[in-house]
């Protein structure tokens, strides 16, 4: 069984930064690609990116393009989400998954619980 956890949220104003960090136990975590996606209050869940199973590749929503980052620290287990020029609209909670299968469609099989990220003009 895979836990997730993720850490790093916190109430910044618009312009500013936070990197969010998800650290697993259990499983084998080079295995798995690490996907961040978030949820604002009364709205659907959004992709926000993945990486890939070494690192190699990321592929992002458009509208976090050139914002956000998303890297991995293996021998940590860890995967950040560095978030740069935070906006209103990015208010929300992150949540980090782990995911397996292909590239260009994973199945995300393990969830954090969340960290709340809020961003005020």
């Known amino acids: 069984q895979v836990h997730l956890a993720e850490s790093g949220g916190g109430s910044v104003q618009a312009g500013g930064s936070l990197r969010l960090s998800c650290t697993a136990t259990?499983?084998?975590?080079?295995?798995?690609?690490m996907g961040w996606f978030r949820q604002a209050p009364g709205k659907e869940r959004e992709f926000v990116g993945v990486?890939?199973?070494?690192?190699?590749?990321?592929r992002y929503a458009d509208s976090m393009k050139g914002r956000f980052t998303i890297s991995r620290d293996d021998d940590a287990k860890t995967a950040y989400l560095q978030m740069n020029n935070l906006q209103p609209e990015d208010t929300a909670s992150y949540y980090c998954?782990?995911?397996?299968?292909?590239?260009?469609?994973?199945?995300?099989?393990?969830w954090g619980q969340g960290t709340q990220v809020t961003v005020s003009s």
């Open positions: 998954a782990a995911g397996s299968g292909s590239w260009a469609r994973p199945s995300y099989d393990y």
């Open positions: 259990g499983g084998i975590f080079s295995t798995f690609l």
């Open positions: 990486i890939s199973w070494n690192g190699g590749s990321t």
